[in-house]
């Protein structure tokens, strides 16, 4: 069936090294996708989108990379901080008009160790 | 975040009464969403809305009924809150226009003894 899922609900990395958080979708007409980082009592924090039209996009220490081919999104996070832990979680607008509904992954949960 | 207040925060009440959560926006946004964020779930839309008096059902509305007479106030209801609504309620809206990014308040936690 459809979904947006992520590969791994936890992950624990190193302060300083890179991260990398995986999730796959199964709609091939969804042209939106968007990282979310929610801290624990928070609300999802938007952090990260790209279109299906591009391949790759950076942000501040950031980049979000799209392969359409396999159908999967993934989040790199560089020279990861101690707050960066938090749940991340990917969403994807299926509907391809302004104001479509997102459907969202489970989350993973990063650690990081200091 | 995101300009959005959620009132109230934390909630308890009984089953069987009604509970209503407000979601206020400053800045005139068209696009606002309710969403329940449960273990195992994630994040699912209940109800949403285009604009003044204009709603729409997502994929948990059953038990659930919005309103949004001011463009700044969107409510959700709980006609008679069942356990199973015990959950973290969300409120998001759409900033502007030509994007599709939602911006999320900073929850409810809801719990029905």
């Known amino acids: 069936g459809e979904s947006v899922g992520l590969h791994l609900p936890t992950l624990s990395v190193q302060e300083g090294d890179n991260s990398i958080i995986n999730c796959a979708y199964s709609?091939?007409?969804?042209?939106?996708f968007i990282w979310y980082k929610q801290e624990s009592g928070k609300g999802p924090q938007f952090i990260i989108d790209?279109?299906?039209?591009?391949d790759k996009r950076q942000g501040q220490r950031v980049t979000v990379l799209l392969n359409k081919t396999v159908k999967h999104l993934s989040l790199q996070i560089a020279a990861t901080q101690p707050g960066d832990s938090a749940v991340y979680f990917c969403?994807?607008?299926?509907?391809?008009?302004?104001?479509?509904?997102?459907?969202f992954g489970q989350g993973t949960e990063l650690s990081v160790k200091p | 975040d995101a300009g959005i207040t959620q009132s109230p925060r934390h909630k308890v009440t009984e089953t069987g009464t009604p509970v209503t959560l407000r979601c206020h926006q400053t800045?005139?946004?068209?696009?606002m969403y309710w969403y329940r964020q449960d273990p195992g779930h994630g994040l699912r839309l209940i109800h949403y809305?285009?604009?003044?008096?204009?709603?729409d059902k997502g994929e948990v509305s059953d038990g659930y009924s919005v309103s949004r007479s001011k463009t700044e106030d969107f409510l959700l209801t709980l006609e008679s809150a069942t356990s199973s609504q015990t959950s973290v309620y969300f409120c998001?809206?759409?900033?502007?226009?030509?994007?599709?990014?939602?911006?999320f308040g900073p929850g409810t936690r809801l719990t029905v003894l």
């Open positions: 969403a994807e607008n299926r509907s391809g008009n302004q104001g479509g509904k997102l459907i």
């Open positions: 709609n091939s007409a969804s042209d939106y």
């Open positions: 790209i279109r299906s039209n591009m």
């Open positions: 800045e005139n946004h068209r696009y």
């Open positions: 809305s285009y604009g003044v008096k204009d709603t």
């Open positions: 998001a809206i759409i900033r502007g226009t030509g994007t599709d990014t939602q911006y």
